[in-house]
Nanobody, 121 residues
Framework: QVQLVESGGGLVQPGGSLRLSCAAS????????MGWYRQAPGKQRELVAR???????TYTNSVKGRFTISRDNAKNTVYLQMNSLAPEDTAVYYC???????????????WGKGTLVTVSS
C-alpha cells in the first residue's frame, strides 16, 4: 500500500521555525511532483509549495522568502523548511504527491492525513 506520512508539525511562537517532512512509502518507482498544501479554519485548501523531480519549485506569494521546499528523490521524501512563521501560517499542512509510478501503473494523486502547525504566542 502506498501512503504519505507527514511529521514535524506543532506549536511555535511568531518568528520561529519548523521543518515538515513527508515520506512516501510502498513499492514506488518514481514521483513526478511533491508538494505541501494547507487549510486554515474556515478557508479553502491552498498550495503552499511544490517541487518536481527535476527540482523546479513553485511557491504561493505569501511564503516566498520564508519557506523552502526540498526533496530527496531516492527516499521519496519532501521537506518544507518554514522560517519567520506568523499567526496567519496556522493551518493543517497536507503533503501531496502527483503521478506516482508504482507496480502495476500510475497513481494520479496521493494525499497525506495532515499535520497541524500552530503559530501563537
Amino acid at each position: 500500500q502506498v501512503q504519505l506520512v507527514e511529521s514535524g508539525g506543532g506549536l511555535v511562537q511568531p518568528g520561529g521555525s519548523l521543518r515538515l517532512s513527508c515520506a512516501a512509502s510502498g513499492s514506488i518507482f518514481s514521483i513526478y511532483a511533491m508538494g505541501w498544501y494547507r487549510q486554515a479554519p474556515g478557508k479553502q485548501r491552498e498550495l503552499v509549495a511544490r517541487i518536481t523531480s527535476g527540482g523546479s519549485t513553485t511557491y504561493t506569494n505569501s511564503v516566498k522568502g520564508r519557506f523552502t521546499i526540498s526533496r530527496d528523490n531516492a527516499k521519496n521524501t519532501v521537506y518544507l523548511q518554514m522560517n519567520s512563521l506568523a499567526p496567519e501560517d496556522t493551518a493543517v499542512y497536507y503533503c501531496n504527491a502527483e503521478n506516482v509510478r508504482v507496480v502495476g501503473g500510475v497513481l494520479g494523486e496521493l494525499w497525506g492525513k495532515g499535520t497541524l502547525v500552530t503559530v501563537s504566542s
